[in-house]
T-cell receptor, first 113, second 115 residues
Framework: AQSVAQPEDQVNVAEGNPLTVKCTYSVSGNPYLFWYVQYPNRGLQFLLKYITGDNLVKGSYGFEAEFNKSQTSFHLKKPSALVSDSALYFCAVRDVGTYKYIFGTGTRLKVLA | EPEVTQTPSHQVTQMGQEVILRCVPISNHLYFYWYRQILGQKVEFLVSFYNNEISEKSEIFDDQFSVERPDGSNFTLKIRSTKLEDSAMYFC?????????????FGNGTRLTVT
């Protein structure tokens, strides 16, 4: 079965610094990977996806993610963090052959002013 | 931008009571989902629905749960006899087409509290 892991419960970063939120995956076949963000009392919002092609994927709000097949990782990055980026971030994988999307356990990002 | 809407935003019920959570997916979307989130953390798949039938369900989605699309717009989740452990945030989601690069669009959720 497909799965994703987010090894960090929380990431703290100073405003203006680059941020990385980590995700590793375990899939059979080609991975279909996604990042979502959740703000307080809101649903999950789609940020970006990797299907095939370029290993660096650009998404909403200045976020990007780097797909690394050898390390089975799909880390979320942003060159310069904003306080408003503080939220809960979820990595997800599409379960091949089913209609199901499997989510990681989430990483809380805190950007400090 | 079109949105998935969920009602109510908060539902409080007593153990053993039936609840119905309602969702209006985005109008041209064909695939519908229910997920739940406990303690603001893990997001768990419950069920997917397409063409008026369940496509897949998780082990959480037992006989106490059911889904229905009673008309062309609403998509409901019913919990027949609620338990304390059903307390969670329930999210409805939809997607336009069922291809591997199609993201889910989520509603803002219904917070279910079972007392």
């Amino acid at each position: 079965a497909q799965s994703v892991a987010q090894p960090e419960d929380q990431v703290n970063v100073a405003e203006g610094n680059p941020l990385t939120v980590k995700c590793t995956y375990s899939v059979s076949g080609n991975p279909y990977l996604f990042w979502y963000v959740q703000y307080p009392n809101r649903g999950l919002q789609f940020l970006l996806k990797y299907i095939t092609g370029d290993n660096l994927v650009k998404g909403s709000y200045g976020f990007e993610a780097e797909f690394n097949k050898s390390q089975t990782s799909f880390h979320l990055k942003k060159p310069s963090a904003l306080v408003s980026d503080s939220a809960l971030y979820f990595c997800a994988v599409r379960d091949v052959g089913t209609y199901k999307y499997i989510f990681g356990t989430g990483t809380r990002l805190k950007v400090l002013a | 931008e079109p949105e998935v809407t969920q009602t109510p935003s908060h539902q409080v019920t007593q153990m053993g009571q039936e609840v119905i959570l309602r969702c209006v997916p985005i109008s041209n979307h064909l695939y519908f989902y229910w997920y739940r989130q406990i303690l603001g953390q893990k997001v768990e798949f419950l069920v997917s629905f397409y063409n008026n039938e369940i496509s897949e369900k998780s082990e959480i989605f037992d006989d106490q749960f059911s889904v229905e699309r009673p008309d062309g717009s609403n998509f409901t989740l019913k919990i027949r006899s609620t338990k304390l452990e059903d307390s969670a945030m329930y999210f409805c989601a939809s997607s336009e087409v069922q291809v591997y690069n199609s993201p889910l669009h989520f509603g803002n959720g219904t917070r279910l509290t079972v007392t």
